[in-house]
């Protein structure tokens, strides 16, 4: 191998997500074409660049050439990859058998340290609690001595591991390239790819690691992506402003929210805050208040199905109304202010139309119009 290719290899953070996400988008949607899907895809994500840089301050978010990195180390010698997603997993098909998923019990003690050490794992950030609870019940521990090999390059990949504790180096054709210092992960590509092992990892101390085997957690992510799209194609079918979308317009939209959650009498919206987004409702209803002399009064309630948070949006105005959870915890899907001008474009005119019908409700309930602005 020559000097040139045998260089330490430096592999962004960034790179990895977007891989991973890409490949998680794939399976779950299984497309005809991987080049067509590719291109489509790609140019979304360009399209929806956000403007500042995203969350690199994570310990074990480091690059290959640092002492805490998360990758498992790229591939630098030619070799020939195995058929990737050889090992088809269809969600759809899933019947969510009790035993599908391994459990391995763990102590009070054991569960707390496997919480700390995957706190900050990029791959686990996606997941809701139920689906990081299945991933914590399905790891189990491995204790490792000084000199024990983890992976071997060009072995099947078969598990992933999240540091505890211990020093180990990587290896890519017997040269060292880097160390893992107490903290980070590696081996995740075999997750989602049947591919050889990219590096050898060797332990330097006596260490603890978390391990998980890729089917499992295939299992877990792609089926919660699987059924968090299903879920919002449902409920934005039932948004009368949606229906002027296309229904890739929509498929589009449902990967574009995020899941939150609020307890009963918890404030979502406040009242002359600058508008970052709107919601949909998955679960519960929602009050609407607007201050008047002193107090605040109810505009409206909503409920599953409904959205708020839109006309802000439409009209670049302030929040002009408070919005709180009501009667138990309420669900909804979040769509941000980026998002929204790149998405719903097609039914801006339908939203721009609804102002004067919110207008009319406020006047009924103050009397006038003057300064009634958005409460929506």
């Known amino acids: 191998m020559s000097t040139d290719s045998s260089r330490r290899i430096q592999v962004p953070d960034e790179l990895k997500e977007v891989l991973l996400q890409f490949s998680i988008s794939y399976l779950v949607e299984q497309p005809p074409d991987l080049l067509d899907f590719a291109a489509e895809y790609f140019n979304k994500l360009q399209a929806n660049r956000p403007t500042t840089a995203t969350d690199n301050g994570a ?7 640092s002492q805490d990195g998360d990758a498992e180390p790229p591939i630098v010698q030619s070799t020939r990859r195995k058929s990737v997603f050889a090992e088809a997993y269809d969600p759809e098909a899933d019947d969510d058998d009790e035993g599908a998923t391994a459990i391995f019990p763990k102590t009070d003690d054991q569960r707390a340290r496997l919480v700390e050490s995957v706190k900050n794992v990029l791959l686990f950030r996606s997941l809701e609690k139920e689906q990081m609870n299945q991933v914590l019940d399905a790891m189990f521990e491995r204790k490792v001595e000084p000199g024990d090999f983890i992976i071997r390059q060009g072995d099947d990949g078969d598990n992933f591991y999240v540091i505890e504790s211990g020093i180990y180096k990587v290896y890519i054709n017997d040269k060292h390239i880097s160390t893992y210092n107490h903290t980070g992960l590696f081996g995740e590509l075999a997750l989602l790819y049947n591919m050889p092992r990219a590096a050898t990892v060797q332990a330097e101390t006596v260490g603890l690691l978390w391990a998980m085997d890729r089917q499992t957690f ?16 449902e409920l934005l ?9 296309q229904n890739y317009e929509r498929m589009n939209l449902a990967d574009a929210l995020v899941s939150k959650a609020y307890e009963d009498g918890e404030r979502i919206i406040k009242q002359g805050d600058a508008a970052d987004g709107m ?16 107090s605040e009064v109810e505009i409206s309630k909503l409920g599953k199905g409904q959205y708020f948070g839109e ?3 439409v009209t670049h105005r302030p929040r002009a109304a408070s919005v709180y959870a009501t009667g138990g915890v309420v669900k909804l899907a979040f769509l941000d ?9 097609p039914c801006m005119d339908i939203m721009k139309r609804n102002i004067d019908d919110y207008e009319s409700q406020l006047v009924k309930i103050f009397g006038s119009k003057n300064n009634i602005t958005d409460t929506r």
Request: hydrophobic share 45%.
């Open 279 to 294: 919601y949909f409702i998955e679960e519960g209803t929602v009050s609407v208040r607007m201050d008047q002399d002193d």
């Open 337 to 345: 202010v980026r998002a929204f001008e790149r998405l719903l474009g």
């Open 218 to 233: 295939r299992r877990i992510l792609l089926k919660s992506a699987f059924k968090k799209r299903k879920m919002y194609e």
């Open 311 to 313: 006309l802000a949006l």
């Open 237 to 245: 079918n039932n948004v009368p402003m949606l229906k002027a979308l």
């Open 59 to 65: 310990d074990d978010q480091i690059s290959l050439n």
